[in-house]
């Protein structure tokens, strides 16, 4: 049953697949959707309001997606600092999960922001304004995506060049290769600081918000919690990616990579409710999160979610199990989810009357985005050796030394 | 063990170094930029004396002229200005509160308080909202990328946007500043107020302004302050009532602004960028050698064959 990943393969099975195709399709609607609402205003098409100004775009698709896609750190910090090499075959997948989970957020984010053309000025120094929590996320979050992440996916794809039949190419693909393995210290450490930096300040942005979000989540503490959850949300993401795709193509499973990912996750998620809760004691808003109003109930959820799989989880057998530790690891990823979110939503309290529900042309357009990372996802582990597997899955053509390394 | 520490320590020199140099434009440049957080002294503002106000709201279409909005006929059926909360078409409103049991009752001129250190400047990428001479915070449509930050960072739940629009602009009142001292020498609103229950000057004569009404009838205005002299930091508009602020849309705010709270924690992590350097370079340290390993250990495993019995023993 228990079998030990190694290293990583193409999988060899047609690209337009029934669920492929569903997929692409359902981002082909999010995008037309998309350019659609480029040529009207936000408020034809969206529920956001004067008073609600962010809305699932920015509070979902980045705040909340970008934890998720935060894998690629979070498993590259244990593997390269924490020294634990059986996490070297799921890095692959773990920085390709990154690369979707940001991409929808840019994606999001572009067609969120009512003045794109203005982005021109990012490149101009003068109009930087450093001490805005927003322009350290975005240009934080857009060198990680367009510069770290993409550096960090080359390998499958030089591999991909390496083996064409151009001596040129394969020329190339060693030439970048053998630059990348001198260099590689110096660029993983971009890739460490990078996210540190701005899945921390995802968190500063609600504090500037001060008194209009609710006390059980307004903390000056906001940045350590965010960024401890997207090392959560990252594990989890991980292991449900791995964990379905070990089911659906029949890769193995393999018990040590998994349970470890589980175990880790669920000791930082311990440290997570430390945190929060001796916050909120110091605070003294612990009493609010007992009101049982909708801000209490909130909480409520948001910590059993949180608190129940991370026990579950501690427990050997419910971590070795296929079943079990996908079940716990899903209701924690949505616990997290739900956390990162509400201080940006739920918990978020204009002054005045305003309600906010996303409108169904804004949900399409958020799952279209999303279902997108996943087309992509099918697209790459079919094309490019990505998805970690067992010996005896490896066929020989497979076993190409020169990138094993990375 | 001491060669070891040697080596990282030489590392760490090395990465931070190199980070140094990549990031060295960043923590001068946080430096040279001078400060605009405090109160400059000549700065202007308002005052709004809600027991002076009649609620005509002639203030408002003159807003609406002198900024060039439309007029806001939602609420009315489309027959005069009607508007129900700021919005893109207004940036000025006279709001009337009256108490549950009908007895109490004031008007409230809303606009933008036009903050000493405003949260909307301090949360602005691209520095589109930025303070004016004077301390007025402007708006400029060359550099907003409208990302609605300041709507989300606003305590005062001010700047709007055109949702509408497909070239969106932020709305907000920017005390006139594009005809006061050209075309005009005050801001519409107080130049059309006939009881001058909204007035405009330079803050600290505002402020003094304020308290002189207020040592003259002790007791009469809310708690004998006035609203904006501490909040969020002390804002330049300022706020005369006898009824409870927060009644008035006016929130409680303590006296460090959220923006000054921000930053706070900010430079706490980051130390003028030191924090992230200093990471760069240990990280560096530590996954070099780390990856020395593991390309000695790929290449040991290319000659034999024991890959991954070696990993799990």
């Known amino acids: 049953m228990t079998e030990h990943w190694e290293r990583c393969i193409r999988l060899k099975e047609p690209l337009k697949t029934r669920p492929f195709l569903i997929f692409a399709g359902i981002a082909g609607l999010g995008l037309l959707l998309g350019l659609y609402r480029e040529v009207t205003g936000l408020g034809y098409v969206t529920g956001l309001n004067d008073g609600y100004s962010w809305g699932l775009f920015k509070n979902w698709n980045v705040t909340a997606l970008t934890a998720l896609g935060s894998g690629g750190y979070a498993v590259a910090v244990l593997a390269w600092i924490f ?30 922001v009512g003045r794109p053309w203005n982005f021109v000025w990012l490149a101009d120094p003068r109009t930087w304004n450093h001490y805005s929590v927003l322009w350290e996320v975005a240009v934080c979050m857009t060198a990680y995506f367009m510069l770290a992440l993409d550096v960090e996916n080359m390998p499958p794809f030089l591999e991909f060049l390496y083996k064409s039949n151009d001596p040129k190419k394969k020329d190339l693909a060693l030439r970048i290769f053998r630059f990348m393995q001198r260099t590689f210290p110096f660029g993983i450490a971009i890739a460490f600081v990078l996210p540190s930096m701005h899945q921390s300040s995802l968190g500063s942005l609600m504090y500037l918000a001060g008194p209009r979000v609710h006390p059980l989540w307004q903390t000056p503490m906001l940045p350590l919690l965010y960024l401890l959850m997207a090392y959560i949300l990252g594990f989890a993401c991980v292991l449900l990616v791995l964990a379905l795709s070990a089911y659906s193509w029949n890769l193995g499973w393999d018990k040590e990579i998994l349970g470890r990912l589980a175990q880790v996750m669920s000791w930082t998620t311990l440290i997570w409710l430390a945190v929060r809760f001796a916050d909120l004691s110091y605070r003294g808003a612990l009493g609010l999160a007992l009101t049982f109003d909708k801000f209490s109930i909130y909480f409520l959820a948001e910590t059993a979610l949180i608190l129940v799989p991370s026990l579950m989880l501690l427990l050997r057998a419910q971590r070795e199990a296929p079943g079990s530790l996908f079940r716990w690891t899903f209701l924690m990823a949505l616990g997290g989810l739900f956390y990162r979110f509400t201080p940006t939503t739920l918990a978020f309290s204009p002054l005045g009357d305003y309600r906010y529900f996303p409108s169904s042309f804004e949900i399409l357009m958020s799952i279209g985005f999303t279902a997108l990372a996943v087309a992509v996802f099918l697209y790459a582990v079919k094309t490019f050796a990505i998805l970690p597997a067992s010996r005896g899955k490896i066929a020989a053509e497979e076993a190409m030394r020169p990138f094993d390394t990375l | 063990m001491d060669a070891n520490r040697r080596e990282i320590l030489k590392a760490l020199m090395g990465g931070s170094a190199v980070a140094a140099l990549a990031t060295t434009g960043l923590p001068l440049a946080t430096q040279a930029k001078p400060e605009k957080f405090e109160l400059e002294p000549d700065a202007l503002g308002l005052l709004y004396d809600a027991t002076k106000c009649i609620g005509c709201r002639a203030c408002m279409p003159a807003c609406q002229n002198a900024n060039g909005l439309a007029a806001d006929v939602g609420g009315s059926g489309g027959l005069y200005m009607q508007p129900d909360t700021l919005n893109a078409h207004t940036k000025n409103l006279i709001k009337l509160y009256v108490a549950a049991d009908g007895h109490e009752r004031s008007f409230m001129k809303q606009q933008c308080m036009h903050c000493v250190d405003p949260a909307c400047v301090s ?3 691209m520095e589109a909202l930025h303070k004016e001479p004077h301390g007025v915070v402007g708006w400029s449509s060359t550099l907003c990328i409208g990302c609605r930050y300041c709507q989300v960072a606003c305590p005062f739940n001010i700047p709007k946007f055109e949702w509408d629009k497909v070239n969106p602009k932020i709305v907000k009142c920017e005390l006139c500043r594009h005809i006061v001292g050209s075309t005009a020498t005050e801001p519409a609103c107080t130049k059309v107020c006939p009881t001058h229950a909204v007035i405009y000057g330079k803050r600290s004569d505002l402020l003094a302004e304020a308290k002189r009404r207020i040592k003259e009838k002790p007791g009469f205005y809310f708690e004998d302050r006035v609203y904006g002299e501490f909040e969020a930091g002390g804002t330049q508009c300022l706020v005369l009532s006898h009824v409870d602020y927060s009644n008035l849309g006016l929130p409680k705010l303590g006296k460090e602004s959220p923006a ?50 070696e990993k799990r023993a």
């Open chain 2, 123 to 125: 949360g602005c990428p």
């Open chain 2, 260 to 309: 000054a709270q921000t930053r706070k924690v900010s430079d706490f992590v980051y130390r003028g960028f030191l924090t992230p350097v200093v990471v760069y370079g240990g990280i560096v340290a530590i996954v070099r050698n780390r990856w020395k390993e593991h390309l000695e250990h790929a290449g040991h495993s290319d000659s034999g064959e024991t890959h991954g019995e």
């Open chain 1, 83 to 112: 020294n634990e090499k059986r996490f070297h075959p799921i890095m692959r997948t773990a920085v390709l999960t990154s690369l979707l989970g940001y991409g929808t957020g840019m994606l999001a984010l572009g067609f969120d």
